[in-house]
């Protein structure tokens, strides 16, 4: 059984249409030709859950059994009619005790409410992606041989990388390196006189996205555009992004609020979309990820990368070493070509101002010919110019993954000194070979001096989110 808001913002359930595998399935259903103002479902690992369903400011129970442990289909029946005037009062009258279950607002048995939505702005117009084949990918669901190590060694390297670059953010690197030699630990920044690392609004941004899919126990759309409006303030907030809020607190839906935006903005926070479907696996994902991603900036170029950045991140929490240095860029143009399709971008600046075209055509025609000259990460990045626009972003990322994604240390390092929006770069590097490496994987002096923070003052919230959603998304009996 599934729980999908529609766009009228009501809930709808719906029961299994198409069976993919284990977890894994299509929810085209309806069980009731009704709408609900609010689901709380509770769901356990002993057979029996229930949904409480409310309209009207009333409320009924429903039970669940799993009849089929391979696709997790349930049987239901009613237990009490919607007409409660409370959900506490209604479980009260049940003798049910709320301890031994997981609540999770609108989820039940199955992945939220994204795939609808998405369908929706594809129907009308209103996201620019292509719809390519990744979202007809199921991806296979994680097993336990899955060390959650690695996920956290994907979190933690957001922060790091972007605690590393933050203080001399926007340098180029030939007079960062005048200023300050080789960084390869935190410096104070003009803030706070301490050696110690603190956030941007890459690790902020992330963070709190993840803090919401713990809340809620998956994606939903409007709880994290909310989050983002509401948790404070945004450090070193970007054009794209201070748009989006401004859309946003001016009443306009959560979905018409992006702009159209080539930054790296939404790429720097993409990653933890992926965790809560590391369980059930599925097509889900890619309907989170682009949802996610066109939040607020709703750019062919930009949800492309975040995809394919996304569907590399899940491959890479599987691999036993680092892939060869040609995997980088050709996994990337494999991805991202069908979905961004024939964009036309320029770059801003650097040695390549006469290229046009799309993003994944420049990563497929820039890269191989820089690793074959055998060019520093410096040199490289000089060519293309390591700002935040995606056209420079991303050929940068990946091309520090081709030469040290064996190494997480020099990775970072090399994103730290060598790339000009470096806390940006070092982000989504560090959260490629924290994935690869795992948090074992990094050093431990940036772990124990990484202040943890996501807002000025919540010292330790990072290691307590990753916690949380270890606890909520990957507990096994």
Known sequence: MLARANRRQKWVLYGISKVYGQGSAEYERKIFNEEFDDIVPLNNMKGVSYVALSRKGKWGLIELSVTDPFTLECAWKWVAEIEHDSLDGLLATKKIDTNEFTPSIGHVGGYGTSDRQLEDLFREGKIRIKRGNLFDHAMPAKTQMLDFDRVAGMLLGIAI???????TE???PAARRTKYGELRDYIPNRYVNEARGFPSDDTQLAFWTLEQLVKDGMFVPEHVAEKFANN???FG???????FLANLKSGRPWDECGTESA????L????????PHLKKGGVGIWNDTALLAMMTHNDYASTSACLAFVAMLVE???MKTAPPPQWWCDRYVVLAMDLEGATSYVPRGGKHTAYKGPLWRFVQERLPDAYSRKLS???????????AFLLETVPSVLYVLMCHAHDPEEAIVRAVNDTKDNDTIAAIVGAAVGALHGQKGLPERWITNLSGRTTDRDDGCVFALIDDARRMFWHYL
């Open 232 to 234: 404070g303030q945004i």
């Open 316 to 318: 890479l929490l599987d």
């Open 237 to 243: 907030i970007g054009t794209a992004v201070r748009e």
């Open 377 to 387: 990460v410096r040199e490289a990045c000089d060519e293309w110019y390591s700002g």
């Open 170 to 172: 926007s340098m180029l």
């Open 263 to 266: 930054g790296n903005g939404a």
């Open 268 to 275: 720097m926070r993409i990653a933890p979309i992926l965790i």
């Open 161 to 167: 990388g972007d605690a590393l670059g933050i203080t």
